[in-house]
């Protein structure tokens, strides 16, 4: 039997959780909906696709190679929202919490 990783674009995921699903919230009334989202779904991959391994991706909020390369990328974009954003750092947690996996954070890894 061969070895399978499934590999993740944590923004990607996040994002379509957001608009997916009603605004949620929890007693503190921090914004939850989406992290809620990308569980079910993660959940739902992983139950199909049993792999050995996992790893998600999540941009950084800063300049990459694409930026560097065509100054107008992603110019016509409307930024995140806020109720997303403040997402972002909660689920990389829960993430962290739910499997021990190393978390590593490159910069840029184009030049």
Not at 13 to 38: M, S
Not at 46 to 65: G, I, R, S
């Amino acid at each position: 039997m061969s070895e399978k990783i499934l590999l993740i674009d944590g923004h990607s995921i996040l994002n379509r959780a957001f608009y997916g699903l009603p605004d949620l919230t929890n007693a503190e009334g921090k914004h939850t909906g989406a992290v809620y989202g990308f569980l079910n779904i993660l959940f739902r991959i992983l139950e199909e696709e049993k792999p050995q391994y996992l790893t998600v991706a999540f941009d950084l909020h800063e300049p990459t190679f694409r930026h560097k390369m065509y100054e107008a990328y992603k110019g016509t974009r409307k930024p995140m929202p806020e109720e997303l954003r403040e997402q972002v750092p909660l689920m990389k947690e829960v993430l962290k919490n739910l499997v021990s996996f190393p978390s590593i954070c490159f910069i840029s890894f184009y030049h």
